[in-house]
Protein backbone atom coordinates (compact mmCIF):
# COMPACT_ATOMS: atom_id res chain seq x y z
CA UNK A 1 0.00 0.00 0.00
CA UNK A 2 1.35 3.42 -0.99
CA UNK A 3 0.06 5.72 2.14
CA UNK A 4 -1.23 8.70 0.44
CA UNK A 5 0.69 12.18 1.77
CA UNK A 6 -0.48 15.77 0.80
CA UNK A 7 1.61 17.71 -2.02
CA UNK A 8 3.48 20.19 -0.49
CA UNK A 9 3.98 23.55 -2.20
CA UNK A 10 6.66 24.98 0.02
CA UNK A 11 9.62 23.90 2.20
CA UNK A 12 6.98 25.45 5.52
CA UNK A 13 4.52 22.74 4.38
CA UNK A 14 7.04 20.29 4.01
CA UNK A 15 8.48 20.93 7.93
CA UNK A 16 4.42 21.20 9.21
CA UNK A 17 3.80 18.36 7.99
CA UNK A 18 6.82 16.19 9.35
CA UNK A 19 6.13 18.23 12.90
CA UNK A 20 2.72 16.29 12.86
CA UNK A 21 3.80 13.57 12.20
CA UNK A 22 6.93 13.48 14.93
CA UNK A 23 3.96 14.36 17.49
CA UNK A 24 2.62 11.09 16.49
CA UNK A 25 5.61 8.97 16.30
CA UNK A 26 6.40 10.17 19.97
CA UNK A 27 3.29 9.31 21.38
CA UNK A 28 3.33 5.60 19.80
CA UNK A 29 6.86 5.55 20.87
CA UNK A 30 6.06 6.42 24.80
CA UNK A 31 3.04 4.04 24.26
CA UNK A 32 5.38 1.55 23.33
CA UNK A 33 7.45 2.04 25.93
CA UNK A 34 5.21 1.46 28.71
CA UNK A 35 4.42 -1.99 27.25
CA UNK A 36 8.07 -2.53 27.00
CA UNK A 37 8.13 -1.85 30.49
CA UNK A 38 5.51 -4.17 31.52
CA UNK A 39 7.24 -6.49 30.01
CA UNK A 40 10.16 -6.81 32.74
CA UNK A 41 7.79 -8.21 35.52
CA UNK A 42 7.28 -11.52 33.52
CA UNK A 43 11.27 -11.73 32.44
CA UNK A 44 12.75 -13.76 34.81
CA UNK A 45 16.81 -12.72 33.95
CA UNK A 46 18.80 -10.50 31.73
CA UNK A 47 18.87 -12.70 28.67
CA UNK A 48 14.89 -12.80 28.88
CA UNK A 49 15.27 -9.32 28.31
CA UNK A 50 17.79 -9.28 25.62
CA UNK A 51 15.73 -12.12 24.05
CA UNK A 52 17.95 -12.09 20.80
CA UNK A 53 15.90 -14.68 18.99
CA UNK A 54 12.67 -12.11 20.18
CA UNK A 55 14.82 -9.34 18.48
CA UNK A 56 15.65 -10.95 15.53
CA UNK A 57 11.67 -12.01 14.93
CA UNK A 58 10.76 -8.34 15.50
CA UNK A 59 13.18 -7.75 12.96
CA UNK A 60 11.70 -10.18 10.44
CA UNK A 61 8.28 -8.68 10.79
CA UNK A 62 8.72 -4.99 10.46
CA UNK A 63 11.00 -5.47 7.50
CA UNK A 64 7.77 -7.08 6.09
CA UNK A 65 5.56 -4.36 7.33
CA UNK A 66 8.11 -1.97 5.60
CA UNK A 67 7.71 -3.61 2.47
CA UNK A 68 4.18 -3.71 2.91
CA UNK A 69 3.70 0.24 3.06
CA UNK A 70 6.61 0.88 0.47
CA UNK A 71 9.42 1.86 2.86
CA UNK A 72 13.09 1.23 2.01
CA UNK A 73 13.33 -1.92 5.16
CA UNK A 74 16.98 -1.47 5.51
CA UNK A 75 15.62 1.91 6.94
CA UNK A 76 13.15 0.28 9.01
CA UNK A 77 15.45 -2.47 10.32
CA UNK A 78 17.77 0.29 11.61
CA UNK A 79 15.67 2.54 13.40
CA UNK A 80 13.97 -0.69 15.20
CA UNK A 81 17.48 -2.51 15.65
CA UNK A 82 18.35 1.34 17.42
CA UNK A 83 15.24 1.88 19.41
CA UNK A 84 14.66 -2.01 20.63
CA UNK A 85 18.36 -1.84 21.36
CA UNK A 86 17.76 1.39 23.66
CA UNK A 87 14.51 -0.10 24.92
CA UNK A 88 16.25 -3.18 26.46
CA UNK A 89 18.78 -0.76 28.28
CA UNK A 90 15.84 0.71 29.85
CA UNK A 91 14.13 -2.66 30.67
CA UNK A 92 17.50 -3.90 32.05
CA UNK A 93 16.83 -1.16 34.52
CA UNK A 94 13.61 -1.42 35.04
CA UNK A 95 14.07 -5.08 35.53
CA UNK A 96 16.74 -4.97 38.23
CA UNK A 97 14.95 -2.50 40.03
CA UNK A 98 11.89 -5.19 40.29
CA UNK A 99 14.11 -8.18 40.97
CA UNK A 100 16.21 -6.59 43.68
CA UNK A 101 13.50 -5.99 46.30
C1 LIG B 1 8.15 -7.47 24.80
C2 LIG B 1 9.13 -8.39 24.81
O1 LIG B 1 10.47 -8.13 25.04
C3 LIG B 1 11.01 -6.82 25.14
C4 LIG B 1 10.81 -6.07 23.86
C5 LIG B 1 11.60 -5.05 23.54
C6 LIG B 1 11.28 -4.21 22.35
O2 LIG B 1 10.58 -4.72 21.42
O3 LIG B 1 11.68 -3.03 22.29
C7 LIG B 1 12.72 -4.78 24.33
C8 LIG B 1 13.10 -5.61 25.34
C9 LIG B 1 12.49 -6.95 25.43
O4 LIG B 1 12.70 -7.56 26.66
C10 LIG B 1 8.82 -9.80 24.56
O5 LIG B 1 9.70 -10.66 24.79
O6 LIG B 1 7.70 -10.09 24.12
Do not use: G, W
Amino acid sequence: MVVKVRECVSISEVRESIDQLDDQIVKLISERSRYVEQAAKYKKDTDDVKAPKMVEAVIEKVRNLANENNVNPDIIEEVYRTMISCFINHELVQHSKLHSK
